[in-house]
């Protein structure tokens, strides 16, 4: 469960096919700030960059912090994206340096409490946390099936899912931040079965080699088969949950 190495073997899966996010959340993430040529973005757990790139689509520049160097160096470059080797819980950015903070589905890995610390060391006082995360929607038949399927399959799926409340609780307690608030986006998939058997075996917890992986390849086969539409694709139905926060005024004893 070692969150700086277990992706390692998963990276070039992780860049190709997990999703992307809602542009309403990025836009939700910068807004009220005037100029986004001026924001300066920290990224962390950035990953291969997915939602970094996201944002410095919209002009903004983006310090990328990601401890797994295999995770960086399978991302597509982006020239206002500069990837720095670090952890959440030490960035090596200066104090009050960045006007955004951003976790892109990497909050619940991160040790909270030297983490929030370490957020509002490195946020400007006017500045904002931004966690973001793409949920499953089970409302839908195929992504309800496919996340039954990932249970099945999947070594720690139960430990996961409770280390994301968890993450979300210690974020509402904290005094780090203040002002918590909650949205939700609608959020699609669209994959082909190469696409969707990559996306499934980004996935950390699930075996990928030998037996477990052609056992596993075959009940994606059966799925996808089960759902497909005429374009050849099935759709993996998200709910995109954005917290926002910004960093309170910590009184310390002299």
Not at 13 to 29: G, H, L
Request: proline share 6%; hydrophobic share 35%; glycine share 4%.
């Amino acid at each position: 469960m070692n969150p700086l190495n277990r992706f390692s073997d998963r990276a070039t899966d992780y860049a190709k096919y997990r999703p992307n996010y809602p542009k309403e959340a990025i836009t939700a993430i910068i807004s009220g700030f005037e100029n986004p040529s001026e924001l300066v973005v920290a990224d962390i757990g950035a990953g291969t960059g997915i939602g970094s790139r996201m944002l410095a689509e919209q002009g903004v520049n983006v310090i990328a912090i990601e401890p797994n160097i295999n995770m960086i160096n399978v991302a597509t470059p982006h020239p206002l994206v500069k990837f720095q080797e670090a952890t959440a819980e030490a960035t090596n950015l200066p104090n009050e340096s960045v006007d955004i903070v951003t976790c892109f589905h990497a909050f619940h890995w991160f040790n909270l409490e030297p983490t929030l610390q370490e957020f509002h060391r490195i946020l400007k006082p006017s500045g904002r946390l931004a966690v973001v995360r793409n949920n499953w929607n089970k409302q839908d038949g195929f992504t309800k099936e496919n996340s039954n399927l990932m249970k099945q399959i999947s070594q720690h799926y139960s430990i996961a899912r409770r280390k994301r409340s968890f993450s979300i609780t210690s974020l509402e307690e904290s005094p780090h931040f203040v002002n918590f608030r909650h949205s939700i986006f609608a959020h699609r998939q669209e994959l082909d079965l190469p696409s969707l058997i990559g996306r499934i075996m980004s996935s950390s917890s699930v075996p990928n080699k030998g037996y477990e992986r052609e056992e596993i390849t075959k009940n994606l086969q059966i799925l996808y088969e089960r759902w497909v539409d005429k374009k050849g694709l099935v759709y993996l139905v998200y709910r995109t949950d954005l917290y926002l926060a910004e960093p309170g005024i910590i009184i310390r004893a002299c």
